[in-house]
């Protein structure tokens, strides 16, 4: 510990995941964790003693945090984005087999290292917008073995390059060709085959659904929530996006990290969600690109206390953007997020939202995940759409470019 590198950032305007801090701050990492969070004019004499200053000057944020992306996928779907331009709805694309299953048969598909590379290619984007930890689904399969695909690509990409990567098995996601008129025997093999193959090879983090009347029923998506409990996986749920089935509260009162979307949630689910700490993960580029027109209902989750982080749900059909920042301009622009809740929405309850606490935000005693910008105020990565502004990204106290 005692001979562990000693970094330092001096003269920085600090957004610290809850709070702007106006005057100049320094912040020392000792190893992989913060030490020092200190106000520049209070900084001791011999504080930077054996430190090397790695910066002075510009915004100083934890790093990003993608908390919910579908980033391994085959294929593209640029031909469903011109018929909703024509006027056909994106419910209309799912029932014709398309939609999520398009993806699903380009998926199944591609190989392994093809799947590899095109996620590769995405994630490289976010890393140059300050991404630091990222979860990602799997979802496109829905076989076993498609399925452990997706979770080993996504596994590998947090092998190969530096960042943190959180896994999710959304088995349930839609219901493949194979199981058409039989959903229930789907959920059987979802909770039966399924979780325990991801559990056994260590490949999935979490559990995820898509409670919604184009997916999964309330009572389907509690029969994974029980068989995620029973293997010991926190949960997760994309619920009322296009409608509300009382998803939200389902999910909450089963103890979810999160859930996701909830352009139609009700009191009752912000209210369950409240009793049961479950956070709340805004999308707004899904919102934008299907042209939703109803907001989530933000107001009352911050009267009800309810977290609300942000994140990109970048996938190949309602929100083909991976760039974070844009996220948090939209979740201002649509959702009326102060920028600040939108940046503490993509750090500190980001890492809520996949149950961390120990980054996300820059603390004494928290990982050194860290981005050092060249902007002047931290409301400006919400203000201006502008990619290569990053300075440094720093992972566990390693400085990266
Ligand atoms: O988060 N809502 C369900 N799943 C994805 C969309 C998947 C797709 O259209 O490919 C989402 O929006
Ligand atoms: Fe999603």
Same mark, same amino acid.
């Given at each position: 510990?005692?001979?562990?590198?000693?970094?330092?950032?001096?003269?920085?305007?600090?957004?610290?995941? +809850?709070?702007?801090?106006?005057?100049?701050?320094?912040?020392?990492?000792?190893? %992989?964790?913060?030490?020092?969070?200190?106000?520049?004019?209070?900084?001791?004499?011999?504080?930077?003693?054996?430190?090397?200053?790695?910066?002075?000057?510009? &915004?100083?944020?934890?790093?990003? &945090?993608?908390?919910?992306?579908?980033?391994?996928?085959?294929?593209?779907?640029?031909?469903?984005?011109?018929?909703?331009? %024509?006027?056909?709805?994106?419910?209309?694309?799912?029932?014709?087999?398309?939609?999520?299953?398009?993806?699903?048969?380009?998926?199944?598909?591609?190989? %392994?290292?093809?799947?590899?590379?095109?996620?590769?290619?995405?994630?490289?984007?976010?890393?140059?917008?300050?991404?630091?930890?990222?979860?990602?689904?799997?979802?496109?399969?829905?076989?076993?073995?498609?399925?452990?695909?997706?979770?080993?690509?996504?596994?590998?990409?947090?092998?190969?390059?530096?960042?943190? &990567?959180?896994?999710?098995?959304?088995?349930?996601?839609?219901?493949?060709? #194979?199981?058409?008129?039989?959903?229930?025997?789907?959920?059987?093999?979802?909770?039966?085959?399924?979780?325990? !193959?991801?559990?056994?090879?260590?490949?999935?983090?979490? +559990?995820?659904?898509?409670? #919604? =009347?184009?997916?999964?029923?309330?009572?389907?998506?509690?029969?994974?929530?029980?068989?995620?409990?029973?293997?010991?996986?926190?949960? =997760?749920?994309?619920?009322?996006?296009?409608?509300?089935?009382?998803?939200?509260?389902?999910?909450?009162?089963?103890?979810?990290?999160?859930?996701?979307?909830?352009?139609?949630?009700?009191?009752?689910?912000?209210?369950?969600?409240?009793?049961?700490?479950?956070?709340?993960?805004?999308?707004?580029?899904?919102?934008?690109?299907?042209?939703?027109?109803?907001?989530?209902?933000?107001? !009352?989750?911050?009267?009800?206390?309810?977290?609300?982080? &942000?994140?990109?749900?970048?996938?190949?059909?309602?929100?083909?953007?991976?760039?974070?920042?844009?996220?948090?301009?939209?979740?201002?622009?649509?959702?009326?997020?102060?920028?600040? #809740?939108?940046?503490?929405?993509?750090?500190?309850?980001?890492?809520?939202?996949?149950?961390?606490?120990?980054?996300?935000?820059?603390?004494?005693?928290?990982?050194?995940?860290?981005?050092?910008?060249?902007?002047?105020?931290?409301?400006?990565?919400?203000?201006?759409?502008?990619?290569?502004?990053?300075?440094?990204?720093?992972?566990?106290?390693?400085?990266?470019?």
């Amino acid at each position: 510990m005692s001979d562990a590198p000693i970094q330092a950032w001096c003269d920085v305007r600090l957004f610290d995941g +809850v709070h702007d801090h106006p005057e100049p701050m320094a912040v020392i990492v000792r190893g %992989e964790r913060i030490d020092t969070v200190v106000p520049m004019r209070e900084l001791a004499a011999d504080a930077l003693d054996g430190a090397k200053v790695l910066g002075r000057g510009g &915004v100083l944020t934890p790093g990003l &945090v993608d908390c919910h992306t579908h980033l391994v996928f085959g294929g593209q779907r640029a031909d469903e984005f011109e018929q909703r331009l %024509e006027g056909v709805s994106y419910q209309d694309i799912a029932a014709a087999g398309g939609g999520i299953l398009s993806t699903v048969r380009a998926t199944r598909q591609a190989s %392994e290292a093809e799947l590899f590379e095109r996620a590769a290619a995405r994630l490289e984007a976010m890393l140059a917008d300050g991404v630091t930890t990222i979860e990602i689904k799997s979802g496109y399969g829905l076989t076993v073995a498609d399925e452990l695909k997706c979770l080993r690509v996504a596994r590998e990409l947090g092998e190969r390059y530096p960042v943190r &990567v959180f896994t999710t098995l959304l088995g349930a996601h839609a219901l493949p060709p #194979e199981y058409a008129d039989d959903a229930d025997g789907y959920i059987d093999l979802v909770c039966r085959e399924m979780i325990p !193959a991801a559990v056994e090879s260590g490949l999935a983090d979490a +559990v995820d659904v898509f409670c #919604e =009347k184009i997916a999964f029923s309330v009572a389907q998506c509690e029969r994974v929530y029980a068989a995620a409990a029973e293997h010991g996986l926190p949960i =997760k749920a994309h619920v009322e996006q296009l409608s509300n089935l009382g998803g939200a509260a389902a999910a909450a009162r089963h103890g979810a990290l999160s859930v996701d979307h909830i352009e139609y949630l009700d009191n009752e689910g912000i209210q369950a969600m409240a009793d049961n700490g479950t956070t709340a993960v805004l999308l707004p580029g899904a919102f934008y690109t299907l042209r939703e027109t109803q907001c989530p209902p933000v107001q !009352a989750l911050r009267d009800a206390g309810v977290p609300m982080a &942000v994140a990109t749900d970048g996938n190949p059909g309602t929100s083909p953007l991976f760039q974070p920042t844009l996220m948090l301009n939209q979740a201002c622009t649509l959702f009326r997020l102060t920028p600040k #809740e939108a940046l503490s929405g993509m750090t500190r309850y980001a890492a809520r939202a996949l149950g961390q606490s120990d980054f996300g935000t820059v603390a004494v005693g928290q990982i050194a995940d860290l981005c050092v910008w060249n902007i002047e105020h931290p409301a400006e990565l919400a203000y201006a759409v502008q990619p290569q502004r990053l300075r440094q990204r720093v992972l566990a106290g390693r400085v990266l470019g």
